[in-house]
């Protein structure tokens, strides 16, 4: 009779630990190429903090940086196959993919982070979401600022409009898009491999080249430029992006959590990126740069001009242009 008791007591405590199991926590691979020092992988610690506020216990969060787990090129196919949770995803990237939202690529659209955000938020942004959700397999949950591209002078000019930067051998990436918005800019645009282009302003190969702040510092090319001019002439930024393989298997309470932690992180991650582009102008003034504001409005109507009659806006969303133009007002 004992021994009877000892069984079944043995056997209800099995029962009562299975369901147990079930509770046991999501893993959620994170996999991104920066480094552990980026804003961006920084950002990541972020997210899972938050999400740990918001389900105690409910996730395995894990942080794969410097393309450990997949390198750069392979994570969106980690996520397309579920091998991977999370990655953080380009426009460019997204439009490669699906070249009618090329545009949102494109010079002067968007002028700040939160002007990315306003976009996602609207009617066209949630039609823009569904698309890539649908042909992508991927769900964006908000964008993170990545940078704002400013001209770096070898020697001091006027530069007050697109007439201004004529004849400058302006560097910029290798592929046409990236030289289409050198010459929409007015400039010559140059291409040359970036290893290559502190040496060419040093040498006068080139006369200028574009980067975000960041990048310019790093970079060391404030040692052999003299001007700075703030054309903000692209705001980049990249999707915090999960699969939906991943996104299907969840309920609404924890899709709210993953949501909500994402935007936490490009909260995070935004104001940290102003800031230090803020300090940064700064500290090229110390270095002995001029720093200069040209005529913003005249750079953006005039490349968005260029876009806009070249026949690369033949598949651009009719109407999108005009009305995110309106979102920044």
């Not at 004992?2 to 046991?24: E, G, Y």
């Not at 769900?139 to 201004?164: E, F, K, S, V, W």
């Not at 490009?266 to 270095?287: I, M, S, T, Y």
Request: net charge negative; glycine share 6%; aromatic share 10%.
């Amino acid at each position: 009779m004992k021994k009877s008791l000892i069984a079944k007591a043995l056997l209800c405590s099995v029962f009562i630990a299975t369901p147990a199991l079930a509770q046991d926590p999501i893993e959620f691979k994170m996999t991104v190429p920066s480094v552990p020092t980026d804003l961006h992988t920084k950002a990541l610690h972020v997210f899972a903090e938050e999400i740990e506020k918001e389900m105690p216990g409910a996730f395995d969060v894990q942080i794969y940086d410097s393309g450990s787990l997949f390198g750069q090129g392979a994570d969106l196919d980690a996520l397309q196959r579920g091998n991977a949770e999370m990655t953080y995803v380009s426009y460019q990237l997204i439009a490669d993919a699906l070249p009618q939202y090329g545009l949102l690529t494109a010079g002067y659209l968007f002028q700040n982070p939160e002007h990315y955000r306003a976009f996602l938020a609207s009617d066209i942004g949630t039609e823009f979401k569904q698309t890539v959700s649908d042909e992508m397999d991927i769900q964006l949950l908000d964008a993170c600022y990545l940078g704002t591209r400013q001209l770096n002078l070898r020697n001091q000019m006027d530069i007050q409009t697109p007439d201004d930067l004529a004849g400058v051998k302006l560097r910029m990436p290798s592929s046409d898009a990236w030289l289409f918005l050198g010459q929409a800019l007015g400039a010559n645009p140059t291409p040359l491999p970036f290893g290559e282009v502190y040496l060419g302003l040093q040498t006068g190969t080139i006369d200028a080249q574009d980067n975000p702040l960041p990048t310019v510092e790093a970079a060391k090319f404030y040692e052999v430029t003299d001007q700075i001019t703030l054309t903000s002439h692209l705001v980049d930024a990249i999707n915090f992006s999960v699969s939906n393989i991943f996104w299907e298997e969840l309920d609404d309470a924890q899709k709210e959590a993953v949501t909500k932690a994402a935007k936490a992180a490009c909260d995070w991650n935004n104001a940290e990126r102003v800031k230090v582009e803020q300090d940064l102008v700064a500290f090229f003034e110390e270095e002995g740069l001029t720093v200069t504001t040209p005529d913003v409005d005249a750079f953006r109507a005039h490349v968005q001009e260029a876009y806009m009659q070249s026949p690369r806006a033949a598949d651009w969303p009719e109407g999108w242009v005009e009305k995110i133009n309106q979102m920044a007002e």
